[in-house]
């Protein structure tokens, strides 16, 4: 079975770094055992467009990235008053759109959603499938990349995403403060910086 020898693949790697699968000509029929056999073990990111699979095993560099940044996000929502909604790494999937993904964190913004409005990915090695166009499939309003320590926006527009200087969804969100917080190696000091940071602003 396809899911099995890829499973079996992965769990003989080193997880101390970021490990990624692709395939393509995969039926989504087996796209979709493969996330049911996988079920609630976790430790994985699964991709499907158009019949190419791609499995990424994060590292943890990678897990640390995208837990600051939610952990920032969260803190932030919370200072500001905003609703919001964490469906962290939920499987988002349109058959009749041929296209499936579990982004590193995702949210609802005021109201509760079937799909996210905010994604965020972080990138620690390229390549892979095209991110952007499963997100534009599954109309998601906002896409936030995290590479090489800088954010990289896109928003949703016409169809088509379109590269933002800020998001359109936290307009008052000073990304460079941000960005410089989750450069912080300790996940308790780039909480109690970024909450200073913000203070004035919201005041």
Not at 142 to 162: A, H, I, K, P
Not at 189 to 201: C, D, G, N, Q, S
Request: glycine content about 6%.
């Amino acid at each position: 079975m396809l899911a099995t020898q890829i499973l079996q693949d992965l769990e003989t790697e080193n997880r101390d770094r970021e490990q990624r699968y692709m395939t393509s000509e995969v039926s989504w029929n087996a796209y979709e055992t493969l996330l049911a056999k996988i079920g609630d073990r976790g430790g994985y990111r699964i991709a499907y467009l158009d019949g190419t699979l791609e499995i990424m095993s994060p590292s943890r560099r990678h897990e640390g990235e995208k837990k600051r940044i939610a952990t920032l996000l969260e803190a932030y929502f919370e200072k500001t008053d905003t609703e919001y909604f964490p469906l962290g790494s939920t499987t988002f999937r349109q058959p009749e759109r041929s296209s499936g993904v579990e982004p590193d964190e995702s949210y609802c913004i005021d109201t509760e959603k079937e799909f996210p409005d905010l994604v965020v990915e972080v990138i620690v090695t390229s390549g892979g499938t095209n991110k952007l166009e499963i997100y534009r499939r599954l109309q998601v309003t906002e896409v936030w990349f995290w590479q090489n320590d800088r954010f990289s926006l896109f928003r949703l527009q016409d169809e088509e995403y379109e590269p933002i200087s800020r998001s359109q969804l936290l307009p008052n969100l000073d990304l460079d403060t941000l960005a410089k917080c989750v450069g912080y190696t300790s996940q308790l000091e780039a909480v109690k910086v970024f909450r200073r940071a913000i203070a004035p602003r919201i005041g």
